[in-house]
C-alpha cells in the first residue's frame, strides 16, 4: 500500500460517476502535494469516510444519491470542522453557489476548468482562502436571494416526479389546501405558469 507523502494535502472525493471520479483522482494524485485518501460515491457515505480517513479538503459534488454535496457539507461542518469542504459541480447555478457558501463551504468551482485551477483551489481552501468561480460570484450576486420559502421549496421538491397535491399533501403530512397555498405562492414568486415551470425554474437557480 502506498502512504500518504509526508506533509501532502489528504483529499476526499465524493463523486458518483466512476470515469469522472477516477480521473479526477488521477489528475489530483499528479501533484507532488495532494493525496486522495478516500473516494466515495454517493452522499450519504461522505460523513462516515471523512471521519475514517481525515482528509483536510473533502472535494464533492452537488447531486448525489443519498445526500446532495450542499447536505454534506453542512453535516461536515457540525461533525468534522477541521475539514475544509471544496464544491465542484457541473451546475454553475447561482443559488448553488449561495446554498453551499451558507452550509459552509469554502469553495466552489465548475467541472469544466484545468485541473491546475482545481489543485490551486485544494491548497488555497486548506490555506483558509474562499474560492469561487469568478463568473458564478456574479451571476449569484446579479441573480439576488432565494426568494422561496423552506417550505415552498419542500412541496415544489415533493412535486418533482408528477406527484398529484394528494400525494404531496400525504408525503409532508399538510392539507391538500395548504399544499395548494404553497405552490401558488412558489408559482408566483419564479414567475412561471404551473408548478412544473416553477419546479423547472426552481432548479436551473439552484434552489432546489
Aim: glycine fraction near 10%.
Amino acid at each position: 500500500m502506498n502512504e500518504t507523502p509526508r506533509g501532502a494535502i489528504r483529499v476526499l472525493l465524493a463523486e458518483d460517476q466512476g470515469m469522472m471520479r477516477g480521473a479526477l483522482a488521477l489528475l489530483l494524485g499528479m501533484e507532488a502535494d495532494i493525496e486522495v485518501v478516500a473516494q466515495v460515491a454517493a452522499g450519504d457515505a461522505i460523513v462516515d469516510a471523512v471521519l475514517r480517513h481525515e482528509p483536510d479538503v473533502a472535494l464533492l459534488d452537488i447531486e448525489l444519491p443519498g445526500m446532495s454535496g450542499l447536505d454534506a457539507a453542512e453535516a461536515l461542518r457540525a461533525r468534522a470542522p477541521g475539514c475544509r469542504v471544496l464544491i465542484l459541480t457541473t451546475f454553475g447555478r447561482p443559488g448553488y453557489l449561495r446554498r453551499a457558501l451558507e452550509a459552509g463551504a469554502a469553495g466552489f468551482l465548475v467541472k469544466d476548468g484545468p485541473v491546475e485551477e482545481l489543485a490551486a483551489a485544494v491548497r488555497r481552501v486548506l490555506a483558509g482562502e474562499t474560492v469561487v468561480d469568478p463568473a458564478l460570484a456574479t451571476a449569484a450576486l446579479s441573480a439576488g436571494p432565494n426568494p422561496l420559502t423552506p417550505r415552498e421549496c419542500e412541496v415544489l421538491t415533493a412535486s418533482v416526479d408528477g406527484a398529484t397535491v394528494a400525494d404531496v399533501a400525504g408525503r409532508l403530512h399538510l392539507s391538500e389546501s395548504t399544499v395548494r397555498n404553497y405552490l401558488s405562492s412558489a408559482i408566483g414568486k419564479t414567475g412561471t405558469r404551473n408548478r412544473a415551470e416553477a419546479v423547472r425554474e426552481a432548479r436551473q437557480q439552484g434552489w432546489l
